[in-house]
């Protein structure tokens, strides 16, 4: 089993949310989609990113442009890097997520390919909406589920679980619950610990 969480405001995730998945089908392994608030984890374990942002080494931030761009291509994705809203507020989005359910991969999907791929601002209520046509989500229901309390509750324990399990970013990826990756490029770690797994269960 892989539990996947993510946060659609993270361009690392948006390729990891799109490369898990025919990994995840190839060797029968289910996914288990835990949405978060990335922000509310710096906020708690991992505030040196804000200060990468704020002065970031003018090589590294050059190569990482390069680098993700390198990933997105090999991917079949486009990304814009930075988007015009950067970072963004994605708690809409995620709260539409857990308010979705089994059912938001396709929601997922087109908010990751509308911020990264599109330069639209997810934060949006027009942008959300859009959204839910497009994958055909009732608007209304959409917007009353993401203001109920339960669901505002479900994301902060999701991302209160994954700091309290050793998590500090997005994508935070678990196999069998506790062997914890972190990042798109983990993935070929992730093939090998999925395939041991099958092994000894052989």
């Given at each position: 089993?892989?539990?996947?969480?993510?946060?659609?405001?993270?361009?690392?995730?948006?390729?990891?949310?799109?490369?898990?998945?025919?990994?995840?089908?190839?060797?029968?392994?289910?996914?288990?989609?835990?949405?978060?608030?990335?922000?509310?984890?710096?906020?708690?374990?991992?505030?040196?990113?804000?200060?990468?942002?704020?002065?970031?080494?003018?090589?590294?931030?050059?190569?990482?442009?390069?680098?993700?761009?390198?990933w997105a291509r090999s991917a079949?994705?486009?990304?814009?890097?930075?988007?015009?809203?950067?970072?963004?507020?994605?708690?809409?989005?995620?709260?539409?997520?857990?308010?979705?359910?089994?059912?938001?991969?396709?929601?997922?999907?087109?908010?990751?390919?509308?911020?990264?791929?599109?330069?639209?601002?997810?934060?949006?209520?027009?942008?959300?909406?859009?959204?839910?046509?497009?994958?055909?989500?009732?608007?209304?229901?959409?917007?009353?589920?993401?203001?109920?309390?339960?669901?505002?509750?479900?994301?902060?324990?999701?991302?209160?679980?994954?700091?309290?399990?050793?998590?500090?970013?997005?994508?935070?990826?678990?196999?069998?619950?506790?062997?914890?990756?972190?990042?798109?490029?983990?993935?070929?770690?992730i093939r090998e610990a999925l395939?041991?797994?099958?092994?000894?269960?052989?």
């Open positions: 089993m892989i539990e996947f969480f993510f946060d659609c405001s993270s361009p690392w995730t948006y390729l990891a949310f799109h490369n898990i998945q025919p990994l995840a089908k190839e060797l029968g392994a289910e996914i288990v989609w835990r949405p978060i608030l990335v922000g509310g984890i710096f906020n708690t374990v991992n505030p040196s990113v804000y200060a990468q942002r704020e002065t970031p080494v003018p090589l590294k931030a050059r190569y990482m442009k390069k680098d993700l761009a390198d079949g994705l486009a990304i814009k890097m930075p988007p015009t809203v950067f970072p963004v507020n994605s708690v809409k989005a995620m709260r539409g997520c857990i308010w979705l359910g089994k059912d938001m991969v396709p929601f997922a999907t087109a908010v990751f390919e509308a911020y990264w791929g599109g330069d639209k601002d997810i934060s949006q209520d027009a942008v959300l909406a859009e959204i839910c046509k497009r994958v055909g989500v009732e608007e209304q229901k959409f917007f009353a589920g993401i203001s109920e309390q339960t669901i505002k509750d479900q994301l902060k324990a999701n991302t209160e679980e994954v700091v309290a399990r050793g998590g500090f970013g997005s994508p935070t990826i678990f196999v069998n619950k506790t062997d914890m990756y972190f990042g798109n490029d983990r993935l070929p770690l395939l041991r797994s099958k092994a000894s269960a052989a």
